[in-house]
């Protein structure tokens, strides 16, 4: 079992910065792909970003590279979500999932935390 804590959300303008914090419990962290997906309004759960258990290896959706940057601590057993230049179409709620394959897919994570909200004004 794997309990995932979101943190890190807030209110900021267009074109500033967030950083998300995704705390985990567990001896295991390590073995797990981690990953950010959000959700706005009334829309559908979307992949962000993954990294893969050594942090080696990292995966964008199209919309955040170049402004998105996903990284680990294994010692911390954490994952964070650095967000810069964020625009209104950013604002969603954004969750962390831990999952044995590296996919974009929600279906391959098993773990998620309850989601931490992020709104972009303009």
């Known amino acids: 079992q794997v309990q995932l804590v979101e943190s890190g959300g807030g209110l900021v303008q267009a074109g500033g910065s967030l950083r998300l914090s995704c705390a985990a419990s567990?001896?295991?962290?390590?073995?797990?792909?981690m990953a950010w997906f959000r959700q706005a309004p009334g829309k559908e759960r979307e992949f962000v970003a993954r990294?893969?258990?050594?942090?080696?290896?990292?995966y964008y959706a199209d919309f955040a590279k170049g402004r998105f940057t996903i990284s680990r601590d294994n010692a911390k057993n954490t994952v964070y979500l650095q967000m810069n230049t964020l625009k209104p179409e950013d604002t969603a709620v954004y969750y962390c999932?831990?999952?044995?394959?590296?996919?974009?897919?929600?279906?391959?994570?098993?773990?998620w935390g309850h989601g931490t909200q992020v709104s972009v004004s303009s």
């Open positions: 999932a831990a999952g044995l394959t590296g996919t974009s897919l929600i279906t391959t994570y098993a773990y």
């Open positions: 990294v893969s258990w050594s942090g080696g290896e990292t």
């Open positions: 567990g001896r295991t962290f390590s073995k797990y792909v």
